[in-house]
């Protein structure tokens, strides 16, 4: 009878040991799954689509060429550029210069969070970029600042489409998108300004 009352009173003690350890064992396995989750949450890449990824980063790569020539565009215009309001173009010229290449480090930056390759030289911006923006061929101020309106306004159509695309899919692209579109709208209001303020402009 008291073999029988130890051994029972044994198995009670390592019944409760045994159900101890998996409640211990329990949070720590609630614990990786709701941690698994919560960073593919905060990855935002498309996971499931990877078709859809691909794209991103293929518009991506596309905006970093047209950034870079932007970049280049404004940089010789503001050193070549003639006429009335020389010295207010030429500041304009220079900020929008220093915003498109943030816009190229911005973008660069994404596309290495999101495992893409954007190496590329600058002879290969007019193929891969997709606004194309004119060559300087005219130094005067009323074309310089047309010129540059026009590679804004395809700037502004090519950022609305991503940022359709990455509505409610990707909150960091879209983030980024959303707000190098204010600066690329900014801009064009601010070159359109100047070309108002010039009182020929309507004549050349």
Known sequence: ?????????????????????STVQ????????QNNMIATKS????????????LLINKLVTAFADEWMAGYQYWMAARLVQGALRTDVIAELT???????RHADMIAKR????????RMFPQDWHHIGGCHFDSITKSDVVTVLRENIKGEQCAIDFYQNLLVMVEGKDKESYDMVLSILHDE?????DLEKLLKALPVHNNV
């Open 1 to 21: 009878m008291k073999k029988n009352v130890m051994c029972f009173a044994l198995s009670m003690v390592l019944l409760a040991l045994v159900s101890s350890c």
């Open 26 to 33: 329990k949070p720590d396995v609630l614990s990786k799954q």
């Open 43 to 54: 990855n935002t890449l498309f996971q499931n689509e990877k078709s859809d990824k691909q």
């Open 95 to 101: 900020q929008h210069y220093n915003d498109e290449l």
């Open 111 to 118: 596309l290495i969070e999101l495992e893409g390759d954007f």
């Open 185 to 189: 709208i900014e801009h064009k209001e």
